[in-house]
């Protein structure tokens, strides 16, 4: 598990914004560079997490206030003391792994051919999940998910959850949870995802062990969206007259 790109970036940018002033302590400036620096390089240690929720923390009245910003702050705050939490001695290799992918996808315009297909669990809402074979390309993927892609690591197994990376922003419907280590959900997917496979430096087909298990796992696990029902118009009540008023 790591934190996604819109996650890194309003960390980021918020701690950026006040913790590099000329006012702030030395310490805590160098502190939060370091903090960035793993951010950036995809190698931050539990300590740097216990850091940056208690920053988050410290800095909640300065906290912008729009809706959409205060709640994208609430959600790295809780991101981050879930990660700060997690005791996954795995927790690096799901960070190089994210780095590794990030070229596959945009160098040359992102644009990334190969003829050779790949094997996924594509997770649709509201639906149980299905084992599907896609071109081991980033149009085919983008279209599987309806947009642009953003792949997130929430397991401890060398696979990918392959998402619209603007699923909530379009108000795509919800899907499933992501729950840290004791069943917690701290976010939630929107819109259809798939599960792949990961090797060394890119996607790549679920083994059949892979497939049973996510299969067993989303088959057992879904959101409901259930639509608001109109209120009822409720007729005005006829005022009866009474004998002295006819």
């Known amino acids: 598990m790591f934190y996604t790109t819109e996650e890194a970036a309003v960390l980021g940018g918020f701690l950026g914004l006040y913790l590099e002033r000329d006012s702030v302590d030395p310490a805590v400036r160098e502190r939060h560079r370091k903090f960035r620096q793993g951010l950036l390089g995809g190698a931050l240690e539990r300590a740097d997490y216990e850091w940056a929720a208690a920053a988050l923390g410290f800095l909640r009245p ?9 709640r994208a702050l609430e959600n790295a705050l809780l991101k981050t003391r879930t990660l700060a939490s997690k005791k996954n001695k795995n927790h690096h290799l ?3 792994q994210c780095k590794l992918l990030l070229p596959l996808f945009f160098w040359e315009g992102g644009t990334h051919i190969s003829t050779e297909k790949m094997k996924v669990l594509v997770v649709r809402p509201m639906e149980l999940p299905a084992v599907q074979e896609i071109d081991h390309t980033l149009s085919a993927m983008q279209e599987l998910v309806g947009g642009t892609i953003q792949a997130v690591y929430p397991f401890d197994d060398p696979v990918a959850l392959v998402c619209n990376d603007e699923g909530k922003l379009l108000g795509l419907p919800w899907n499933r949870a992501l729950t840290d280590d004791h069943g917690v959900p701290y ?9 792949a496979g990961l090797k060394e430096d890119d996607f790549a087909s679920l083994t059949e062990q892979q497939i049973e298990k996510y299969k067993d796992k989303y088959s057992n696990e879904m959101i409901l969206s259930v639509p608001k029902q109109p209120e009822a118009h409720k007729k005005p009540m006829k005022k009866e007259k009474h004998e002295y008023e006819r």
């Open 187 to 195: 976010d939630i997917v929107c819109g259809t995802f798939f599960v």
């Open 94 to 96: 799901r960070q190089r």
């Open 62 to 70: 300065q906290w912008w206030q729009e809706h959409e910003d205060h």
